[in-house]
């Protein structure tokens, strides 16, 4: 036996669900849009991966610079 809820909730549920299909859209398109992305970081770093072994280098020492520093 489902419940459906009192009275009062309902209007929440339907506020969430207009929600969920207004904003799933977007979702997806930012999925898309991330994925992209990955596909080309991992591209690059097959393409050069001296160029961001150095990069990935240079970002370390600049962390462990700013994190030594004694506030």
């Known amino acids: ?4 809820g009192t009275p009062q909730q309902q209007p929440l549920t339907d506020r969430a669900r207009e929600l969920q299909a207004r904003i799933a859209p977007q979702i997806d398109e930012a999925r898309r ?9 991992k ?15 240079a970002f370390g020492f600049i962390v462990g610079k700013l994190a030594s520093r004694r506030w």
Do not use: H, K
């Open 43 to 57: 591209a690059f770093i097959r393409e050069r991966p001296g160029t961001c072994l150095a990069g990935a280098l």
């Open 33 to 41: 849009n991330l994925s992209d992305f990955n596909e080309r970081a």
């Open 1 to 4: 036996m489902a419940m459906e």
